[in-house]
C-alpha cells in the first residue's frame, strides 16, 4: 500500500487491522505501481519497468500536466519544477514507446488474471 513501510509491492489484499500484511479474505485489492513519481532518465526507466515486469504487473498513470506543455503550472519549488516540467514536450513520444514496448491490459484483466476479482464472464 501506497507510503505504508513493509507493504507488499505486488498485488495483494491489505488486512484490516494491518494495512501492510496481506489478508487472502480482505475485501480491498491493493494494487501497488501508481501514483510514483517517475524521476529517472527514461533508458533507466524502462530498464527497471522491465525488471519489474519479470515479477509482476506494473500500473503506470499519467497526469494531464504531465503530457500537455500548455497546462497551467503549479507554483513548486525549483527542484520539484525542474523534475515536473523540464522536457514535457518529450512525454507523448515517451508514452508510444512504452506503448510499442509492452503488452497492456485494463486493471481488471489483470486483477482477474491474478485471482483478485471473479471474471464478468463468471457472471
Known sequence: MYC????PVGIYRPAADDL????PK???VEFPGRGERVELPF????LSLDRILEHRPFSLS????EAH??????????????ITYVNLHT??????????????ATMREILEKEGHLQSIREK
Open 4 to 7: 505504508v513501510a513493509g507493504a
Open 20 to 23: 501492510g500484511r496481506h489478508d
Open 26 to 28: 480482505g475485501t480491498l
Open 43 to 46: 533508458g533507466l526507466f524502462r
Open 62 to 65: 499519467l497526469h494531464a500536466r
Open 69 to 82: 506543455p500548455q497546462t497551467h503550472r503549479l507554483p513548486l519549488d525549483g527542484v520539484d519544477s525542474f
Open 91 to 104: 512525454v507523448v513520444g515517451k508514452m508510444e514507446s512504452l506503448f510499442r514496448r509492452y503488452n497492456w
